[in-house]
């Protein structure tokens, strides 16, 4: 037994972890639900449950606020996290700052760059609302210029588009990597190349990407990634970070200032502590972190290559619903620029009673609307869709039961 658990454990350090291994650690799976809901957040494995639990019942103590044995432990667990989440996208450790989720990543950003009058940010029409209320709240408040570039039919960006707004203003260009709403794929590493070579910061919304594909920093360019843990990471929600190029952690102003992030203080005055720490002011949500740092580990023990292929292949087979008659999908035709959503709508229905009719008549569990995402809804001309989307413990069976479901709802209601 102890050789068999011992072989189990190497397969799995090798990425070797199989569809039904995981299936069998998540238990809300075990309810009978067929989950095509992972773009708006993914079941916990046991083992996050395991490690967080582990903290509450062995060493719950704060960080970084004492000298005994349990505060030590709980320090060292809650710093290893960021060298395990580093790994999953070719960072440093001292590159990663805890946040609560991307979206508070992406407000790190956008607070703490000291953009002024005059500054440009440049965005595109396919981002998440996190992505675009920030910068927003600065052309409000600051006076910044906010740039959107549009995007193509399919939902897809052309670097030369970008290319094009690109003026001695611009600080700042912001975009998504796969689409919330649509899936879309889009060519992060294009852009970071362009923004390179005209000096120009980039940040990258990876909410989508992190956890479900290779992601590189190196390879992007970029200076910032902003991710959750409770999407492809399969960590706990109010988890996330925010990745900072080294070379501009002491030029990024903390969103938080107060406890636990000083080394001196007076009346008047005080010394900060260096990044990353400086970034977690007040107690943080130390077994949130400690249970995403152990996802990290567990999407790397599952291979996340693996991942991105499985994804790819229920992605194909949940495609087959464009045939469908009544049914129309948006985003790329071509696979290798789609992610593992599809985005879609059944003619003469609308979008939330499509959702519903899949939960009321097999348990699919799916999103209705417009996702975050209202430019892209009327970029496409629609108020909103339906949107399946999978991740590596999907079955195929259950993909095919979305398209047998969905073709009964079109042929029955639709036209």
């Known amino acids: 037994m102890a050789v068999e658990r011992t072989k189990r454990r190497g397969r799995e350090r090798l990425g070797m972890k199989t569809v039904e291994q995981v299936r069998a650690e998540i238990p809300f799976l075990q309810t009978g639900i067929i989950y095509l809901d992972s773009a708006a957040t993914t079941p916990t494995p046991q083992p996050v449950l395991d490690a967080m ?159 479900h594909m290779p992601v590189d920093v190196r390879a992007m360019e970029c200076d910032f990634l902003a991710a959750p843990g409770h999407k492809g990471l399969l960590g706990p929600q109010g988890t996330g970070f925010l990745y900072v190029r080294e070379d501009h952690l002491h030029e990024l102003e903390p969103l938080l200032l107060g406890g636990g992030i000083v080394e001196s203080v007076d009346e008047h005055s005080c010394k900060l502590v260096e990044p990353p720490q400086v970034f977690d002011a007040g107690t943080p949500n130390i077994p949130g972190i400690i249970g995403l740092g152990r996802a990290a580990e567990y999407v790397l023990e599952i291979g996340i290559e693996r991942i991105a292929e499985r994804e790819r292949e229920l992605t194909r087979r949940m495609l087959q619903i464009a045939d469908i008659e009544h049914v129309e999908v948006y985003g790329p035709g071509d696979l290798e620029r789609r992610g593992g959503v599809v985005s879609f709508n059944v003619r003469g229905l609308d979008h939330h009673d499509v959702a519903s ?58 036209g």
């Open 53 to 211: 639990l582990e903290y509450f019942q062995e060493f719950s103590a704060n960080v970084g606020r004492g000298l005994h044995r349990a505060t030590r432990r709980a320090t060292d667990a809650f710093e290893a996290a960021r060298g395990k989440l580093a790994r999953v996208i070719g960072a440093k450790p001292e590159e990663i700052a805890y946040a609560k989720n991307a979206t508070e990543a992406i407000n790190m950003v956008a607070q703490g760059l000291g953009l002024r009058k005059g500054d440009k940010v440049i965005a595109t029409v396919l981002e998440h609302h996190s992505n675009l209320i920030p910068w927003q709240r600065l052309e409000r408040t600051k006076g910044i210029e906010l740039e959107i570039v549009r995007a193509t039919r399919d939902c897809l960006i052309e670097p030369s588009e970008i290319e094009a707004v690109i003026d001695d203003r611009t600080r700042l260009i912001t975009m998504t990597h796969i689409s919330n709403a649509i899936g879309s794929i889009q060519p992060v590493e294009e852009v970071g190349k362009l923004a390179r070579e005209h000096d120009v910061l980039f940040l990258v919304d990876a909410a989508q990407a992190v956890g």
């Open 357 to 414: 009719m899949l939960d009321e008549l097999a348990n699919i569990a799916v999103r209705s609307g417009h996702h975050c995402a209202a430019p892209t809804m009327r970029h496409l001309g629609v108020e909103g869709t339906v949107r399946a989307s999978v991740h590596y413990y999907n079955f195929e069976g259950e993909v095919e039961k979305l398209v047998e479901v969905l073709e009964q709802v079109a042929r029955d209601f639709g």
